[in-house]
């Protein structure tokens, strides 16, 4: 059972836009910045958009990030096939003093 | 560029140890912390604690206290992980990432390649 809860798969045609959300609580995402990591199979994880909503170099516009409050959502417009991935939201907690994952987004492009 | 490369795989039985080796380059190896992360087969990521690599402090989430032991050796910008007394539940991949900023806009920028841990009898 994960600490943030991310819907477990999410779907959409190419050239849709698609979101997936992350909900916490008061202790992790209420007094964190939430970061969303994109997951291939058989690869490490990386990162996708860091302090809420900025994309690190690289990562197309395409990707964006938002939160309120206790909540967060990651954006895709515009998908592609390659967007095909797992998606994890993380932020710390502190409560239990340590970082805390969502349990993942299973993304497919139809 | 900022590189971190894992030790290969490992095969271990129940109750035996695995030690996983993170060799950091591509920038001051003393100024970061440094976090490990674990997914089981077709699961979710599970953060295991972290490792201050300049002063060797660290702290563990309390699922793996008294099992897991983080080291950091600043002569090679190499850090370790050992967990002890293995179960079968340990089987997954682990991974170390690097940690930047500090909170709340800190976060995991660079990921080892993971190594796979198998518990087996």
């Known amino acids: 059972q994960s600490v943030l809860t991310q819907p477990p798969s999410a779907s959409g045609t190419p050239g849709q836009r698609v979101t997936i959300s992350c909900s916490g609580s008061s202790s992790n995402i209420g007094s964190d910045t939430v970061k969303w990591y994109q997951q291939f199979p058989g690869t490490a994880p990386r990162l996708l958009i860091h302090?809420?909503?900025q994309r690190p170099s690289g990562v197309p516009d395409r990707f964006s990030g938002s939160k309120s409050g206790t909540s967060a959502s990651l954006a895709i417009s515009g998908l592609q096939s390659e967007d095909e991935a797992d998606y994890y939201c993380a932020a710390w907690d502190d409560s239990l003093s340590g970082w805390v994952f969502g349990g993942g987004t299973k993304l497919t492009v139809l | 560029q900022v590189q971190l490369v894992q030790s290969g795989a490992e095969v271990k039985k129940p109750g035996a140890s695995v030690k996983v080796s993170c060799k950091a380059s591509?920038?001051?190896?003393?100024?970061?912390?440094m976090h490990w992360v674990r997914q089981a087969p077709g699961q979710g990521l599970e953060w295991m604690g972290i490792?201050?690599?300049?002063?060797?402090?660290?702290s563990y989430t309390q699922r793996f206290q008294g099992r897991v032991s983080m080291t950091s050796d600043t002569s090679t910008s190499t850090v370790y992980m050992e967990l002890s007394s293995l179960r079968f539940d340990d089987t997954a991949v682990y991974y170390c990432?690097?940690?930047?900023?500090?909170?709340?806009?800190?976060?995991?920028?660079?990921w080892g390649q993971g190594t796979p841990v198998t518990v087996s009898s």
């Open positions: 302090s809420n909503n």
């Open positions: 490792i201050n690599c300049g002063s060797g402090g660290t």
């Open positions: 591509g920038y001051t190896f003393t100024s970061h912390y």
């Open positions: 990432a690097r940690l930047v900023g500090a909170h709340p806009l800190s976060y995991f920028d660079y």
